[in-house]
């Protein structure tokens, strides 16, 4: 990703130029060498976590356990910034299963990720 780039997706208003970007990029043999700069960007862009959510989702769909530590960091993120829980619920489904809340309580003792979310998603339930 050249600078003229990544000042641009800097000034992204809300996530979706950055989720743009990697979707249409992510067969670009330069991928793997920006992929940690534009989660970052799109972590520090998106308020609602809207696009980090999609992105998770995205990329959780392509190769789960080749962006692994991406998805992951969107996954942190997300919890901290959807304090209405409006995505939560999605990434959940998209991220476990929608079997997840089946399987809630080994995920629960698993994956902190999950806990997290969880707890957030039904506080009574854990």
């Keep these: 990703m050249d600078s003229e780039l990544k000042k641009r997706l800097e000034k992204d208003e809300n996530g979706l130029l950055t989720y743009e970007y990697i979707a249409n990029n992510i067969n670009n043999p330069d991928f793997a060498q920006d992929i940690d700069d534009l989660v970052d960007n799109i972590i520090n862009v998106d308020r609602t976590g809207q696009f980090v959510v999609s992105t998770a989702r995205y990329l959780n769909a392509i190769d789960k356990e080749g962006f692994a530590q991406q998805i992951d960091r969107l996954i942190k993120a997300e919890i901290t910034v959807d304090r209405e829980r409006a995505y939560l619920g ?22 902190d990720n999950f806990r997290r979310i969880y707890k957030r998603l039904y506080p009574i339930g854990i």
């Design 90 to 111: 999605v990434l959940a489904a998209s991220i476990w299963g929608d079997d997840y809340k089946e399987r809630a309580e080994s995920l629960v003792a698993s994956d």
